[in-house]
């Protein structure tokens, strides 16, 4: 048998490469990872998740000082100002701390850490940064970047035309930020930036916003940013965008053809999806190539058409988040290892956390009727659920989708402050193929959010007991 390097080399330390990295070390295994950036954790921990997450908190904080939330319990604070600098820091920090962690977990399981960029050199073969690696098994864990919009120039140092790496980076609030995209990031970010003062215009291409979601809850959403103060431009698209010194001309069309107007803006934000990463990759030089839509394809087990070689995480169909690219992460070094890993791409919850924060996992009723599947649908307003009355967090809703014949649960759906808590127990339960009878004869403590859930299992049959 040939003699590799390492039994395990894995390319990128996103969330589905790190992690991959540290599972085949736990199961014995020789592992490197190559990351490119300087710092471990990929677009998640560096650029992405964790970053958005830091100003998404930080903001709220703030809007719940400056906005009146505190005033309404009696908590009297006084004229809040904003400390910008102090809470770009306080995000740099978590990232810090959180990517240092990740290389102190790559020490702990001896995971050697191949700082540059990989490209394929042949079969089992890889070049980081002029120096030849080779492995038995190679994990392409390359993740995403920012798809960019024909004819928009972004940069992110100017600070004008940013992408989301700019969009966390930027260091004043502007007066009116427009976005490009009413997607995933748009809204928190544009969530992030009206808090703190802006005013907000979401710029969506298609009729509705968060593409993918439930339609009930697609709209729900949109009222509710409509009433915190976000303007959407919906179906319409931009088509060009000048910018001259500190200002952003944008061309806005309807999508479906008509009469162009210009808006201004001081901070422009294009986030119109993310695309798998393989620049620079190789592929060609093992014979892999990626499809239409420039993914690798895998089967089941996270394989590649060539032999040795497997991919997971952003770079590889599916929905590009974080927890779905770890979980392929330890399931293919299960797999390396001989064990059987396996991913539930049925269950992968989402979650866009803005505030109320909104969260899916399984079927959305469309797509539930698409499948051919004779549904029920259970509702429950949070506005009936004592605690979240109680803390005046009312907006929202739980919709769970079951089948009809068998009860089974197909999808959940829930626009709640805690959504992105809540939605865990519906992914459990789907897992386990719960019925709505079972989330709605399962206790649940009292006053919780969480009861929301229980009330929309028991009004799947008609019978909750708070509306
Ligand atoms: P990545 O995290 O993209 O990591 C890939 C790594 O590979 C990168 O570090 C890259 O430098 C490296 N690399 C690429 N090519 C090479 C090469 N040739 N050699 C060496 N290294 C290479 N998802 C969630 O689930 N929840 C969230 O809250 C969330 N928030 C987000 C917010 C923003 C602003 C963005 C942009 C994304 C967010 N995501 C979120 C998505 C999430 O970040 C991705 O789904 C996740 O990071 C994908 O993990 P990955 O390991 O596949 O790839
Ligand atoms: P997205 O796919 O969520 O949304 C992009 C939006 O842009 C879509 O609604 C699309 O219709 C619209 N669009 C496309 N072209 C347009 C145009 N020319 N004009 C106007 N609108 C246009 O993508 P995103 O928000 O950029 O996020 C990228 C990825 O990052 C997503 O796949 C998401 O899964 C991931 N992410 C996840 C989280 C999270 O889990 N909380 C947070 C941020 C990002």
């Known amino acids: 048998m040939a003699d590799y390097d390492y039994d395990v080399l894995v390319i990128g330390a996103g969330p589905g490469g790190y992690v991959a990295a540290i599972r085949a070390a736990q199961l014995g295994l020789k592992v490197a990872c190559a990351e490119g950036r300087e710092t471990l954790g990929g677009t998640c921990l560096n650029v992405g998740c964790i970053p958005s997450k830091a100003l998404l908190h930080g903001s709220e904080l703030y809007e719940e000082a400056a906005g009146g939330t505190l005033a309404k319990f009696g908590v009297k604070t006084g004229k809040v100002s904003l400390d910008l600098p102090v809470m770009q820091a306080e995000k740099a920090l978590a990232v810090k701390e959180l990517t240092g962690g990740i290389e102190f977990l790559f020490k702990k399981n001896k995971v050697t850490w191949l700082k540059g960029m990989a490209k394929f050199a042949g079969p089992h073969a890889v070049d980081v940064a002029g120096s030849a690696v080779t492995a038995k098994h190679i994990v392409i864990a390359t993740g995403s970047s920012v798809t960019p919009l024909p004819g928009v120039a972004v940069d992110n140092d100017a600070g004008v035309v940013v992408d989301s790496t700019g969009a966390l980076a930027l ?228 919709k769970i989708i079951a089948d009809a014949a068998t009860d089974r649960v197909l999808g959940v759906w829930i626009i709640a402050s805690l959504a992105g808590t809540m939605i865990a127990e519906a992914a459990l339960a789907m897992e386990f193929g719960a019925t709505s009878e079972d989330i709605a004869y399962t206790c649940h403590a009292h006053p919780t959010h969480s009861e929301a859930i229980k009330e929309a299992a028991m009004a799947v049959t008609g019978k909750p007991i708070h509306i």
């Open 171 to 398: 260091g004043r609030v502007p007066q009116h930020l427009v976005v490009i995209g009413g997607g995933v990031i748009g809204l928190e970010l544009g969530s992030v930036w009206r808090r703190l003062g802006a005013q907000v215009t979401v710029v969506e291409f298609l009729d509705q916003l968060l593409p993918g979601m439930d339609g009930e809850i697609r709209k729900e959403a949109a009222k509710i940013f409509k009433k915190q103060g976000m303007a959407l431009r919906l179906s319409t698209k931009v088509t060009g965008v000048t910018v001259k010194g500190k200002t952003a001309t944008l061309t806005l069309e309807p999508a479906a053809g008509g009469p162009a107007e210009t808006i201004n803006a001081d901070a422009v934000l294009v986030a119109i999806g993310r695309r798998p990463h393989t620049d620079g990759l190789g592929l060609d030089v093992i014979g892999l190539a990626p499809n239409q839509r420039g993914q690798i394809e895998t089967d089941h087990d996270f394989r590649t058409t060539v032999d040795g070689v497997w991919a997971i995480g952003d770079v590889i169909p599916g929905p590009m988040l974080a927890h779905k690219a770890e979980d392929e992460g330890i399931a293919v070094a299960e797999n390396i290892a001989g064990l059987t890993g396996i991913v539930n791409h049925d269950v992968i919850p989402g979650v866009v956390y803005t505030a109320p924060e909104i969260a899916g996992v399984g079927l959305t009723e469309e797509g539930a009727k698409e499948a051919g599947h004779e549904i029920k649908v259970g509702k429950f307003p949070m506005m009936a659920n004592s605690r979240a009355k109680t803390n005046r967090e009312g907006d929202g809703l739980v």
